[in-house]
Structure formats: C-alpha cells, structure tokens
C-alpha cells in the first residue's frame, strides 16, 4: 500500500542550530515528492519538490531536501534554524503519470526554543 | 491577490444542519480539491475535480456534495452535519493535466465546529 512515514511526531531545536525532518515513503514507483509547511491557523505552503534530476533539492526559505532512492528516503534539512521556522511539516507524495492523488504524511511539529 | 480562497474561515453549527464552504481559485489551474484535516493534523483527500468534472471520489459520507460550477470553484455542501465532521476542510488547486503531478496550492481552511 502506498503510505508516507514521518517518524518524528516533534521536534525541539534551538535557535541557529541545524534541523533534520525524516520522511520515508513506500511506493510502486519513484513518485513526485514534496514537502510543504503550515504555519498555525494558515493553510500548506511549498516548500520545496522533487520530479527528477539532481537529487539535492532546493526550497524557499532555506530549506533542502535529499532524494534517497536506495532508502525510499525525502529528508528535509536546514542548516540554521529561525524562531519563524516553528510550524508544522508534512512530507507528501504524488504518483507519476497523473492521478491527481497526493498523499501526506502526518506531519511534524517543529519547536524552536532560543 | 490571495490565489486560493475559501468561505468562511471558520463555521459554528449544530448537529443536523445544512451548511456550505465556497472555494475559489485565481491561478488558472484545471484541478481542485477538497481535504480533510482532523483533529491530529492528519490530511485525507476527499474529492478532486478536473475541469469541472469529477475525478477523485474517497470514501466519503454521502452526506458530502461537492459541486464545481466551473473550474475556478469548487464548493462543498454538507448535509446533516455530525459531531465527527467536526474538523479543518481545506480547498486545493493544481496545474495537473493527466501527464504530472503539480504541487498542491491551499486555501487557509475552514474550521468546521460541529455542537
């Protein structure tokens, strides 16, 4: 069955400290593969995507993502995390060749402390 | 300039009403979409339409009708509300066209209350 895991339900970092978020997949096939941000009472927002190509993806606010194929592995990374960073993340996947159906993972809750 | 918007944010109502959320989309995409967020955060496709017709139908009450006049709206009506539809419904818009898989544009959500 075609599920998403995000292992951490939350996470605490410190101000400018780096940050890890783990997302692992299981798929018939390489889907397209994103990750998108919720800041409280807002909607989700695109952080970043990967289709194909170079597997270290880059997003909006500082934010990477590395495709791991061998490790059905979307991990989403930045090096110095921002107070502003506090939200919810959620890693979600698409199949390729349309079918309009993304699934997400069910997210993890950052906290930043300074 | 809101790309993705959605009435109202938030919808207090009783048990056994009728209610409605409205969606509208400005960016042009063909496909739209009705989410589910429950209490954990956890987000479940409801309904998809692509150009007005519809293309993803989950298991979903039948008390739930979503209706796409054209492609730029999409709403849903609820019929016989329930304490377990109690939850945030979120509105979506992409550029899919059959071939990709385009990144998901959200609305802000409406908090749906059910008392």
């Known amino acids: 069955a075609q599920s998403v895991t995000q292992p951490d339900i939350h996470i605490t970092v410190s101000e400018g400290a780096s940050l890890e978020l783990r997302c692992n997949y299981s798929?018939?096939?390489?889907?397209?593969l994103f990750w998108y941000v919720q800041s409280p009472g807002q909607g989700l927002q695109l952080l970043l995507k990967?289709?194909?190509?170079?597997?270290l993806v880059q997003g909006i606010k500082g934010f990477e993502a590395e495709f791991k194929r061998s490790q059905s592995s979307f991990n989403l990374r930045k090096p110095s995390v921002h107070w502003s960073d506090a939200a919810e993340y959620f890693c979600?996947?698409?199949?390729?060749?349309?079918?309009?159906?993304?699934?997400f993972g069910a997210g993890t809750r950052l906290f930043v402390k300074a | 300039d809101t790309a993705v918007s959605q009435t109202p944010k938030y919808l207090v109502t009783q048990m056994g009403n009728d209610k409605s959320i409205k969606c509208e989309q400005n960016?042009?995409?063909?496909?739209m979409y009705w989410y589910k967020q429950d209490s954990k955060k956890f987000l479940k496709i409801m309904f998809s339409?692509?150009?007005?017709?519809?293309?993803i139908n989950e298991t979903v009450p039948n008390r739930f009708s979503p209706k796409s006049p054209d492609k730029a709206h999409l709403n849903l009506h609820i019929n016989s509300l329930e304490l377990g539809d109690s939850a945030v419904y979120f509105c979506?818009?992409?550029?899919?066209?059959?071939?990709?898989?385009?990144?998901?544009?959200f609305g802000n959500g409406t908090r749906l209350t059910v008392t």
């Open positions: 979506a818009s992409s550029q899919g066209v059959g071939s990709d898989s385009s990144p998901l544009h």
């Open positions: 990967y289709f194909s190509g170079d597997t």
């Open positions: 960016l042009g995409h063909d496909t």
């Open positions: 339409y692509n150009n007005k017709e519809l293309i």
């Open positions: 798929y018939g096939a390489t889907p397209y």
């Open positions: 979600a996947v698409s199949p390729r060749g349309g079918g309009f159906k993304t699934i």
